[in-house]
């Protein structure tokens, strides 16, 4: 079964320190998104992205952050300057269709900023 | 701005029986609504969706009941498996957004 690949699993940064979360979206999929999940609250949304551009993006996503599929396979999400409270779980998803709430998750890439 | 919380934190069953996780959502424009699980260690995986023009939908071992009137989301698992253990979010979209809001979860345990 197809699905949506994160690396790495854990990273571990210092505050103030860009870091890249990787993504391979299943590959006839058009549609790309990012969320994060800080410990024991709700999953957010942050972007969304379609045809090499962010088509939505919440008031979370502002100028710390942003994305990129530098080739044909990658969905990247960058923080150029970590804090603290960037430390969570990032989900990348990705769907065929322009229907967020059919995307398929990938396991998530857990954050931690110290 | 939008609400979508969840009743109950968790919730335990004996296997077998029933289950019955609920949600509760504020926004009343909201015209289509998810329930996910998350396994640990793993991202939210869809199980079920509805649209607002609908009250009930079912799936394989899963039912999903909306009520518009009182914004009351439920998802109904039958004969509950350990493999059912997981958390449960629900997540609404407005209409006319593609922009998902999720609940907070509830953990279901099933107890052999």
């Known amino acids: 079964e197809p699905e949506v690949t994160q690396t790495p699993s854990h990273q571990v940064t210092q505050m103030g320190q860009e870091v890249i979360l990787r993504c391979v979206p299943i590959s006839n999929h058009l549609y790309f998104y990012w969320y994060r999940q800080i410990l024991g609250q709700k999953v957010e949304f942050l972007v969304s992205f379609y045809n090499n551009e962010i088509s939505e993006k919440s008031e979370i996503f502002d100028d710390q952050f942003s994305v990129e599929r530098p080739d044909g396979s990658n969905f990247t999400l960058k923080i150029r300057s970590t804090k603290l409270e960037d430390s969570a779980m990032y989900f990348c998803a990705s769907s065929e269709q322009n229907r967020q709430g059919q995307a398929f998750f990938g396991q998530g890439t857990r954050l931690t900023v110290v | 701005g939008e609400s979508v919380g969840l009743h109950l934190p968790t919730l335990s069953v004996q296997e077998g029986d029933n289950s019955i996780i609920n949600c509760a959502y504020s926004?009343?424009?909201?015209?289509?609504f998810i329930w996910y699980k998350q396994e640990s260690g793993k991202g939210p995986q869809f199980i079920i969706d509805i649209r607002s023009n609908m009250d009930k939908r079912q799936g394989q071992r899963v039912t999903v009941l909306l009520n518009k009137t009182v914004k009351h989301l439920s998802l109904q698992i039958a004969a509950t498996q350990p493999g059912d253990s997981a958390v449960y979010f629900c997540?609404?979209?407005?209409?006319?957004?593609?922009?998902?809001?999720f609940g907070t979860g509830t953990r279901l345990t099933v107890i052999p």
């Open positions: 997540a609404e979209r407005a209409a006319g957004a593609n922009n998902l809001f």
């Open positions: 926004n009343s424009a909201s015209d289509y």
